[in-house]
């Protein structure tokens, strides 16, 4: 089964007595990225697998959720490089445009500046500055994690060749129609000076006042409701249902806009709904998205009211106000006009806010660049219904087509400095011309760039492509595009995946950007509440790394990682996986001591003792579950899986098992060094991925071999004689030791409800003639730590388990009376307990008024107090006889 053929093998070292993290961690990332091990060649014949890192903002440190996320990528590719795949775990950072601005803006305020005083060509050289010197600190970070990308590749949203494919596609889609500019409403972000799209809006309920008020005057009175009464300076008409009744009379009249000198017309528009509120609603076509569809149908004016700060720039009292302040003041003057017919506060209604700074956005009419998405979208769609993509976990599609087949055009123009410039140029008699990478820019006076750049999904929507060198048809896209796997939080399926379907089925409608997209929950705290500075909660995953050690971290994260699923994490989680380290340090420590060996072949069967077939046939079985588990994108199972087999089955079990063998020497020992050689070896292999660190030292240490990121991924367990397919299975073993286990496993219970320290010892008589069992009866006796029976022996407690008879002698171990009196205690607790519970459950009284929640926990608590009788009296029955 060891397969591995490295050629360098080096003496074993001998192993210190204790696992330092610290120690080992940053000395074995640094030789693993020397050697190239993470560099993918595009020239290689292997078959190719890749991922891309979702890119991290260039602002940003790493989270848990990239801990998380970076994790389950690294240990995907990870295994399919030793399992032969020309492995390309692809990284990368994001120009973050909004976020990155606001960072250098934050110093030039320092200093007293703006980014008006650098201007736009100073100021975006001092953005590149900043991020040459005080950027990229994640990709530091990720080293610590041990991510094995390959860092020679490593590419920027903002770099050249990144910056052609942008401009490429940019041109190509304006020429198809797709990518135009038209004023409509945008969601405008006040504090940022930006516009944003839908899907960077948060909506969160707030409290606001529902105001109504009269517009016009004697039979022309009408009454409306608005949240921002600011926007009624810009209102051009009042909108009412064709069929409404009450209203008729006024359709296609003009009624006086209170605290202006104008008046607008009441329209008939279907879209006003009869039954709601007062049915008239005021239309500010320049301020909401349904006014303007409203204005545009009835030929309305488009007035806009405030400024790019929402401040109020209508002549008049309110001029200068901002918009919360105008709000106030213009109820305020309504208020002393008598117009005001009702108030609401608090009124709770959804209010969008920036994702980036939690502003609350304003709808404004604004000129912008819109890219075209409903042929995007619907090829986007079409890709995942014809299965050319999957998704993972399936039930998650839905969310994807939710939202795939509703989208709405997207506004890409952002009013920023930092970002790609939008390459469209503006002549002196109203030209414009977009300009491609290989196109003339034109010149000649009266020529200008347009002033805004393109939204950051605009570029990272390119980026599994972009990195591998498109527009050029290089080798690496030849050889790593389509991305095998796509690894990304549900929280960006919008943001980020949907704009990577779009584009990479515009550029090739055949092909899209990855075969399967995996879909991973948001990392939370220990019970369950999202991480936010606000709650105090949040965890700077270094901090466990420098306590615990990357590997307990990676595993923790892993272990967690149920698909789709949002993934609690404590501390206490990382300190026991971190014990699972070290336990894997003590016992492939105490197996070099004593003999674990992979010279040679892997004896016969027939040499073997039934603990070695076991093990192996367990082995076998856990090879094929962790790659099955692996296959589906089952990070939490197959780590548990792991977890069991390691802890449980080989240090618990097997060691603990053939200590006796290994103490008496002999051939047997020496079969069996080869056999736990051969277990630690694939086990050790089977857990690199996910927690490379330990593995490597221990692996090196144990083969002599170069490194196990170069090793072969496990296979089948082959036994020599016993081929079979599918590899060595052995089910007498497994059942034989199955019985070890159940007596060994009840014999514990049975000591530790006698109150029994683990290491005391006992002494018993084993009947185990006839069984299974009798060829472990040493072993039996050592884990149990049972002596022989003598002379004066008086068995006080007999234990029939597995067709075998354990019986003990437990005078002068315990204190008998004493334990029965404890005993009997507890016993006539419990009996109290079950007869209140069941005293109340009888009660129809108490079970027709009491909520279903208490009833529920009366339940509970009467199971539990049966359990307890159950379980106490055993006790009794079983203590010695005074």
Sequence with gaps: MTENTQQTPASNPELPTQYAPAEVEGKLYERWVERGYFEADEHSEKPPYSIVIPPPNVTGSLHLGHAFEHTLIDALVRRKRMQGFEALYQPGMDHAGIATQNVVERELGKEGKSRHDLGREGFVERVWKWKNESGGQISGQMRRLGEGVAWSRERFTMDEGLSTAVQTIFKRMYDDGLIYRAERIINWCPRCLTAISDIEVEYQDDDGELVSMTYGEGDDTIVVATTRAETMLGDTAVAVHPDDERYKHLIGRQIKLPLTDRTIPVVADHHVDPEFGTGAVKVTPAHDPNDFEIGKRHDLPFLTVMDERAVITVPGPFEGLDRLEARSAIVGALRAEGRIVAEKRPYVHSVGHCSRCKTTIEPRLSLQWWVKVVPLAKAAGDAVRDGKVKIHPQEMEKRYFDWVDNLHDWTISRQLWWGHRIPVWYGPNGEVVCVGPDDEIPTGEGWTQDTDVLDTWFSSGLWPFSTLGWPEQTDSLAKFYPNSVLVTGYDILFFWVARMMMFGLYINKDVPPFE???????????????????????????????????????????????????????????????????????????????????????????????????????????????????????????????????????????????????????????????????????????????????????????????????????????????????????????????????????????????????????????????????????????????????????????????????????????????????????????????????????????????????????????????????????????????
Excluded: C
């Design 516 to 882: 399967t997209i995996v879909l991973h929950g948001m990392v939370r705290d220990e019970y369950g509440k999202k991480m936010s500075k606000s709650f105090g909660n949040v965890v700077n995953p270094l901090d466990w790394m420098d306590k615990y050690g990357s590997d307990a971290l990676r595993f923790t994260l892993a272990r967690g990682a149920n698909p789709g699923v949002d993934v609690p994490i404590g501390e206490e989680w990382v300190q026991g996986s971190a014990k699972f380290a070290n336990k894997i340090w003590n016992a492939t420590r105490f197996a070099l001591m004593n003999g674990a060996t992979i010279e040679g072949e892997l004896p016969s069967a027939d040499e073997m003792s039934v603990t070695d077939r076991w093990i192996l046939s367990r082995l076998g079985k856990t090879v094929a579950e962790v790659d099955a588990y692996y296959d589906d994108f089952q990070f939490s199972k197959l780590s548990e899986a792991l977890r069991h087999f390691a802890w449980d089955e080989v240090f618990d079990w097997y060691v603990e098992l053939s200590k006796t063998t290994f103490f008496a020497g002999g051939r047997p020992a020496e079969v069996s060094g080869r056999v736990l050689g051969e277990v630690l070896d694939v086990m050790l292999r089977l857990l690199h991925p996910v927690v490379p660190f330990v593995t490597e030292t221990l692996w090196t240490a144990l083969t002599g071999r170069e490194s196990v990121v170069i090793a072969d991924w496990p296979k089948a367990v082959a036994v020599p004689g016993a081929d079979a397919p599918g590899g060595f299975r052995d089910d007498a073993a497994e059942q034989e030791i199955a019985l070890v286990q159940q007596v060994v496993t009840e014999v514990r219970r049975f000591r530790s409800d006698q109150g029994l320290q683990p290491g005391q010892k006992v002494p018993a008589e084993l009947t185990l003639t006839g069984t299974p069992l009798a060829p472990h009866e040493a072993a039996i006796r050592q884990l149990l730590r049972l002596q022989p029976a003598e002379e004066g022996f008086h068995a006080t407690a007999s234990l029939p388990v597995a067709g075998a008879t354990v019986a003990l002698d437990l005078s002068g171990t315990i204190d008998v009376e004493a334990e029965r009196k404890r005993l009997t205690k507890d016993l006539g607790a419990a009996e109290k307990e079950k007869a209140q519970a069941v005293g109340k459950l009888s009660n129809e009284a108490f079970l027709g008024k009491a909520p279903d929640n208490v009833v529920d926990k009366i339940r509970g608590r009467l199971a539990k107090a049966e359990a307890d009788i159950e379980r106490i009296s055993g006790q009794l029955a079983n203590l010695p006889q005074s």
